[in-house]
């Protein structure tokens, strides 16, 4: 099969639909990734399914109506068991895995939002894949050896996502699950809002990210999640919301407080949102067996030097040299990140109590409360101190901790106080995570009119990228945000399609600080 060579540099090339027809599926296997110029009714990719590649495939499609789980069972019921996993399809950017085949679904989004590098069009291709304004994203170096900095729930995810994808990884911490991702139990959060902004795009496609990719993690309990009203004004806000993010009721529903006092087995104080799938994990037990299955090295990292074909990290046991490094250590990515790469440190404590009176589902509003863990202990929290990165435990934090519990559930027996913890939440300006490759030196000077002008375009958009990427900022919210991010920084490092719409990567990557700093006049 030919593939001919496409103008565009974000298109590799494109395939003539009458060839595809007529290739066996052996050469139709030697493409990478694979353009269906629409979803339809999924029939293509239902055949990908029924009679899979050898080798991984991406497909990606688009589609402004597409059929849902259930309807694609009902017409295809010998691949039911295969499309379990089939999204909710909603307006927005969904990836789906079975087996070998990767399948990017952009729901009601025109085809330039997808940002990624396509081998071959199946049927007449779309309109040109358009750069972001200031910037593109040309393919990565495809690295190879990547060493990842912080062995938290970020910087364990990223490892891993780097080795799905044939990376060779080396994930350093001298204390894994030391930083935040320490506490006991933490909950998959998720408050979605009614209009469709970047962060609430990302947050829903975060969350639905996160609870496929925790399905098999033996220390995810999903006991579902009530997200309680913090006070009766809301309760209508809450229903106009549901109505609004058109989701079905296995996703989520609203409950009253009768109903959800009768799901959370004590007394609520007033309705909320109901998410049967979420729940609550086990945190530094998973980070703790992820870092071990990793086979994280007990190394600080020193120092970062770039050359011209790679990395050296410098560590208290030695140097490494690699083709990328991934900085997944919160706060601390100060040392090595350049100043207008801003994060603030919010600390929080956790307190516990001995679970004899316990919520069978895990709730939040203000605060939160988890169910017993096996320990026989609940979690509950947390207090919220910005610019502040005490770990000492305060008495104060407790109280309040104890009176935010109060507000959500009557628990009649508080319960034996457990040991409290405080840690340290890495805080992006914005709070959303700040996630991919840094951009080079000469952006500062290629984008230097965004000084007096802030409305300036770059006449040809800013493409150089370094070899040092970030995963960091997750704030209050890491188990939600974590997976996608290290699918997303992965993604970036190896030069394969972004998990995510591109003008959602705009918000995410850290190149928006230096933008902003630029047109504040601050660089
Ligand atoms: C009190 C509290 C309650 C929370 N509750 C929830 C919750 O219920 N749900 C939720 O989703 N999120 C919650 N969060 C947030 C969540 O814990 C964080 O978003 C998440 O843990 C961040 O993970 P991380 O890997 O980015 O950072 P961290 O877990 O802080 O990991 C950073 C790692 O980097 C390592 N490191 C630093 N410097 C170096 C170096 N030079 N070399 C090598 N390693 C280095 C550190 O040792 C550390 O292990 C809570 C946070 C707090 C503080």
Redesign the pocket.
């Known amino acids: 099969m030919v593939l001919t060579p496409y103008p565009d540099p974000q298109v590799r090339a494109v395939v003539d639909a009458a060839d595809l027809t007529r290739i066996t599926p052996p050469d139709l296997y030697g493409i990478d990734c694979l353009g269906l110029a629409d979803f339809g009714d999924g029939a293509e990719w239902l055949a990908l399914l029924a009679a899979p590649p050898s080798r991984r495939l991406i497909v990606v499609s688009r589609s402004d109506h597409c059929p849902t789980r259930q309807a694609l069972q009902a017409a295809y019921p010998a691949l039911a068991h295969l499309l379990s996993d089939f999204p909710y399809p909603s307006p927005g950017h969904h990836r789906i895995i079975i087996g070998v085949v990767e399948l990017h679904l952009i729901i009601q989004q025109p085809w330039h939002s997808f940002d990624g590098y396509v081998d071959g069009w199946w049927g007449p291709q779309p309109e040109v894949i358009q750069p972001l304004r200031h910037f593109t994203r040309p393919l990565a170096h495809g690295a190879q050896r990547v060493a990842v900095?912080?062995?938290?729930?970020?910087?364990t995810q990223t490892a891993d996502a780097l080795r799905r994808r044939g990376a060779q990884v080396v994930l350093?911490?001298?204390?894994?699950?030391?930083?935040?991702?320490?506490?006991a139990q933490?909950?998959?959060?998720i408050a979605p809002q009614r209009e469709p902004t970047p962060a609430s795009l990302f947050w829903l496609q975060a969350f639905e990210h996160a609870l496929r990719s925790y399905r098999e993690c033996p220390h995810f309990h999903p006991s579902g999640l009530f997200c309680m009203a913090e006070h009766a004004d809301q309760i209508p806000k809450l229903q106009t919301l549901m109505a609004a993010i058109k989701r079905p009721p296995e996703q989520v529903r609203f409950m009253d407080a009768d109903q959800a006092s009768v799901q959370l087995g004590q007394r609520a104080r007033l309705g909320g949102l109901f998410w049967p799938q979420s729940g609550w994990m086990e945190?530094a037990e998973r980070?703790k067996s992820e870092a071990a299955r990793l086979d994280c090295q007990a190394?600080?990292?020193?120092d970062i030097r770039e050359h011209d074909d790679g990395i050296v990290i410098t560590t208290d046991g030695g140097d490494y040299s690699v083709d990328a490094v991934v900085l997944?250590?919160?706060t601390?990515v100060r040392?090595f990140a350049p100043d207008w790469l801003r994060v603030q440190a919010v600390?929080?404590?956790?307190s516990r109590r001995r679970a004899d009176q316990a919520v069978t589902s895990a709730v939040c509003g203000e605060g939160?409360l988890t169910p017993a863990a096996a320990d026989g202990y609940m979690s509950f929290?947390?207090?919220f101190n910005p610019k502040d990165d005490g770990t000492d435990l305060r008495a104060e934090d407790d109280a309040d901790n104890d009176r935010r519990v109060r507000e959500l559930v009557e628990l009649g027996d508080p319960g034996k106080p457990g040991a409290s913890?405080?840690?340290?939440?890495?805080a992006s300006p914005d709070y959303l995570p700040i996630v991919g490759r840094l951009p080079d030196d000469d952006w500062i000077q290629g984008l230097a009119k965004l000084r007096t002008d802030a409305k300036w375009r770059p006449p040809h958009p800013m493409q150089g990228w370094r070899r040092i990427a970030v995963?960091?900022g997750?704030?209050?919210?890491?188990?939600?945000?974590?997976p996608l991010c290290a699918d997303l920084v992965a993604a970036d490092l190896t030069g394969e399609p972004l998990p995510i719409a591109k003008g959602l990567f705009e918000h995410l990557t850290p190149a928006r600080f230096l933008i902003r700093a630029l047109k504040r006049n601050q660089l």
């Open positions: 900095i912080g062995a938290g729930l970020s910087g350093m911490d001298p204390a894994p699950a030391s930083g935040a991702s320490g506490n933490g909950m998959l959060y945190v980070v190394l600080t990292a020193l997944a250590n919160a601390a040392q600390r929080g404590q956790i939160y929290g947390a207090s913890r405080a840690s340290v939440r890495c995963n960091v997750h704030g209050s919210r890491g188990l939600t945000s974590t």
